[in-house]
C-alpha cells in the first residue's frame, strides 16, 4: 500500500485511521466535509508531509475520485447518523463503490455486527449466520451485499466489523456521551445494563489491526469480513469506576433502558432509533479474533484499564 484515502477522516474511526497510516509512512488522503476539521485533524498529526487534505461530499463518487487519484486503497469509515441511516447508507454505499469501480481501487468497509442479529455463538466468527431481526440489521445486511455485489469487476471490498468502541475521537458510540460527561465532571447516563459485560475495542487499537488488514493482498474479495474484537468483556459499571477514578470526578451515572430512551427520544431522534439495537446490552455478541491471529498475526490490546484512562485524560484536555 503506497498510497490511500481515508473517508470520513475526521470522524471517530477515521481519525485513528488516518494517523496509524501516517505513521506507517503511507501517503494519505484526509477526505471530509470540512476543512476546518481537516485542518485541526492536520495539526494533530504535526502537519505530516505524507497528509494531504482533500474536502469533498462522500455521496458524489467524482468527488472521491477526484480526491483519491492514485490511491490504491480507499479506507470508508464514513458513517450515517442513526435516524438516517435507512434512507442515506445504500446511497453511500453505491457512491463509494461506484467511485472505487472507476478507479480499479481495494476498499477497506468499517463496519458493525448489526447485520447478525441475535448471538449464535459464545465467540461469534465470521461465518456467523447473519439474520437480522432489526431494522438497522437488514439495511446493514443490504450494505454488505451492495459491496460484494457482482457488478463490480474492478473494485476488490472487504469488510472490517468491529463491536461498540470508545477512545479520545468517538463520537458515534454508545460510551461517548458517558465519558464526555464524566470528563466534564457532569452526571449521566450509561446506556443500557451496567451489570452485563460487553465488549468494547479502543479505536487506536482497531486502526492498527484495520491497516494490518488492508496490507495483506488476501485480505480482499467477495463475502471477506474481519472481526477487529476487543481485549475481554467489561461491565458498565467497571468502565465507569474505571473512568470517573482516571477523570478524578464521580458524578452520578444511571442506566437508561427501553423506558428512558423512549423518553428521551421524544425529543432527541438518535436515541429514538437507539431503542431497537437494546437486544445487544442484554444478550451481547463478542467476536471472535481467530481468523485474525491465523492469518495475520497476534493480537495486542491496550488493556481497558489504560486505553479508558487515556481517552478521560484527551477528552480533558480538549476541554483546557
Do not use: C
Not at 479506507?75 to 438516517?84: K, L, T, V
Request: hydrophobic share 40%.
Amino acid at each position: 500500500m503506497k498510497k490511500a484515502i481515508v473517508l470520513g477522516a475526521t470522524g471517530g474511526v477515521g481519525a485513528p485511521l488516518t494517523a496509524e497510516l501516517v505513521k506507517r509512512g503511507v501517503q494519505t488522503v484526509a477526505f471530509g466535509r470540512s476543512s476546518k476539521k481537516l485542518n485541526e485533524l492536520a495539526e494533530q498529526l504535526d502537519r505530516s508531509t505524507l497528509l494531504t487534505l482533500e474536502t469533498g461530499d462522500a455521496f458524489q463518487p467524482e468527488d472521491i475520485r477526484r480526491a483519491a487519484k492514485g490511491a490504491d486503497v480507499i479506507f470508508h469509515s464514513a458513517n450515517i447518523p442513526y435516524h438516517e441511516m435507512e434512507s442515506r447508507l445504500l446511497p453511500l454505499g453505491e457512491s463509494v463503490m461506484t467511485a472505487a469501480e472507476k478507479l480499479g481501487a481495494k476498499v477497506v468497509v468499517v463496519d458493525g455486527i448489526y447485520p447478525y442479529g441475535r448471538r449464535l455463538m459464545e465467540r461469534a466468527t465470521e461465518e456467523h449466520p447473519k439474520k437480522p431481526h432489526t431494522r438497522k440489521g437488514k439495511v446493514r445486511l443490504a450494505y454488505e451485499q451492495l459491496m460484494f455485489s457482482p457488478r463490480w469487476h474492478k473494485a476488490r471490498p472487504l469488510i472490517v466489523r468491529l463491536p461498540d468502541y470508545y477512545g479520545p475521537s468517538a463520537q458515534a458510540s454508545y460510551l461517548s456521551v458517558t465519558m464526555e460527561a464524566i470528563a466534564a465532571g457532569k452526571p449521566t447516563a450509561f446506556i443500557g445494563n451496567m451489570n452485563v459485560p460487553r465488549e468494547y475495542v479502543y479505536l487506536p487499537d482497531a486502526a492498527r489491526m484495520i491497516v494490518k488488514i488492508a496490507q495483506r493482498e488476501e485480505s480482499y474479495g467477495p463475502g471477506q469480513n474481519w472481526h477487529i474484537p476487543g481485549p475481554g468483556v467489561i461491565s458498565g459499571h467497571e468502565l465507569v469506576r474505571i473512568a470517573q477514578q482516571a477523570a478524578g470526578k464521580r458524578k452520578a451515572v444511571m442506566p437508561l433502558g427501553r423506558v428512558g430512551l423512549s423518553l428521551i427520544g421524544l425529543f432527541n431522534p438518535v436515541m429514538k432509533e437507539v431503542v431497537e439495537m437494546l437486544y445487544l446490552t442484554k444478550e451481547p455478541l463478542v467476536l471472535s479474533g481467530e481468523k485474525y491471529e491465523r492469518l495475520i498475526g497476534p493480537i495486542h490490546w491496550t488493556p481497558h484499564e489504560q486505553a479508558i484512562a487515556a481517552t478521560m485524560r484527551s477528552l480533558m484536555n480538549k476541554r483546557g
